[in-house]
């Protein structure tokens, strides 16, 4: 067996320990080479680099925002398919504040597309195309129909970095960063547990054994969908959610 330890990078940053375990990197660079058409591997590498990124993105808006409500942050963790804020227990803060550590991951992942839409578009000399284009591109690649109307919205901002950076590779960043960022978010915030989506309806509902049910409604529509249209892996994840929320859900009614 190869020993995965000694290819897991461990740092702190601002005081949060952090950990990045190899499977993160190989199912990302899966993903990169799956959406890539081409041999080149530039794209999925890129995609493995800055999805990384994101995600630690979206786990240090879970760990702050704790911090700012006065928990002791344990550690980040990326690993399989996502990533883990570990925090003490939460007993001595509100519901209110724990749902808003449960939506922090996905609020700092979309401001920070926005972000680097901002700073693409004071680039090319369109600030506010920039900021839509991170939104509302990996949306629109979601519902194609969209494209008719954000496309000619954000026309200049394409020209631009299309002039500023003809052979395209900030253009690629850019697209992979945002788009990550933004699918992911909306991904996680699925009524589906264990996503954040998950957790902040159990908050909100303060039954698990409901919220578990709305889970394996939702993942069962979505994976319908997915089976649909031919999308294997993701199909995979849906499935396994599936199976946690309809456990989950087992659980509570076997304990009635």
Not at 31 to 45: M, Q, V
Not at 107 to 112: D, H, I, P, R, S
Not at 146 to 159: G, H, K, M, N, S
Request: hydrophobic fraction near 55%.
């Amino acid at each position: 067996m190869v020993d995965s330890s000694r290819f897991t990078l461990s740092f702190s940053f601002a005081g949060i320990p952090t950990t990045i375990r190899p499977t993160i990197w190989i199912v990302l660079l899966i993903l990169g080479s799956a959406g890539s058409t081409s041999t080149d591997l530039s794209y999925p590498l890129a995609f493995m680099v800055l999805g990384v990124l994101s995600l630690l993105v979206h786990e240090y808006g879970h760990a702050f925002c704790a911090k700012a409500f006065g928990l002791r942050v344990l550690g980040v963790e990326l690993g399989n398919l996502g990533g883990v804020t570990r925090t003490e227990e939460k007993h001595h803060i509100s519901r209110r504040q724990e749902l808003l550590i449960v939506l922090s991951g996905a609020g700092a992942a979309l401001a920070a597309a926005a972000v680097v839409g901002a700073f693409f578009g004071l680039l090319s000399g369109d600030i506010i195309g920039g900021i839509l284009s991170s939104l509302l591109l990996p949306f629109s690649a979601l519902v194609p129909q969209a494209q008719d109307v954000l496309i000619p919205t954000i026309q200049p901002f394409l020209e631009g970095i299309t002039t500023l950076d003809p052979s395209l590779r900030l253009w690629q960043g850019f697209f992979i960063f945002t788009t990550i960022s933004v699918i992911w978010s909306l991904f996680n915030l699925l009524p589906i547990l264990p996503l954040d989506g998950g957790k902040a309806l159990t908050l909100l509902l303060n039954n698990a054994k409901q919220a578990s049910f709305a889970g394996v409604i939702t993942a069962s529509l979505i994976l319908f969908w997915t089976l649909m249209q031919m999308m294997i892996f993701t199909s995979l994840i849906i499935g396994w959610l599936l199976f946690v929320n309809w456990r989950v859900y087992r659980s509570f009614s076997q304990e009635s």
